[in-house]
């Protein structure tokens, strides 16, 4: 409650635990994991059309989350395969895609070819 003192645009909210961004982080990465599985499991990503999944790496800025990163190649073996492959060893598999398609094909590829 707030007494008639207090200016009220001056109250701190309270500091959540230190952890709390961490399970949060956590929580992200799940649901992001889990849109990408649900993503692979489409019938455009079972015909090799990877678009749906390019945009959702890139509209989620996937790449530039190294926690992600972390989660999804220890969630995923096919996944931390192909990512160490394209931006690790820098070996991409299809030669005139840029990075990101290449990876994004290759995972199709090996799921459903």
């Keep these: 409650m707030i007494s008639s003192?207090?200016?009220?645009?001056?109250i701190n909210p309270p500091v959540p635990p230190s952890n709390s961004s961490l399970e949060c982080t956590k929580l992200n990465n799940n649901i992001i994991y889990e849109e990408l599985t649900n993503i692979l499991?489409?019938?455009?990503?079972?015909?090799?059309?990877?678009?749906?999944?390019?945009?959702?790496?890139e509209?989620?800025?996937?790449?530039?989350?190294?926690?992600?990163i972390q989660y999804m190649c220890s969630n995923n073996g096919i996944f931390n395969?192909?990512?160490r492959g394209h931006f690790i060893i820098k070996n991409k598999t299809?030669?005139?895609?840029?990075?990101?398609n290449s990876m994004c094909q290759c995972w199709l590829?090996?799921?459903?070819?």
């Design 94 to 100: 299809f030669t005139y895609m840029d990075n990101i």
């Design 41 to 57: 499991n489409q019938e455009d990503s079972k015909s090799l059309d990877n678009t749906s999944l390019v945009k959702h790496f």
């Design 5 to 10: 003192k207090q200016d009220p645009d001056n």
């Design 81 to 83: 395969n192909i990512y």
């Design 109 to 113: 590829m090996y799921l459903y070819h």
């Design 59 to 68: 509209n989620n800025k996937i790449l530039d989350n190294p926690e992600l």
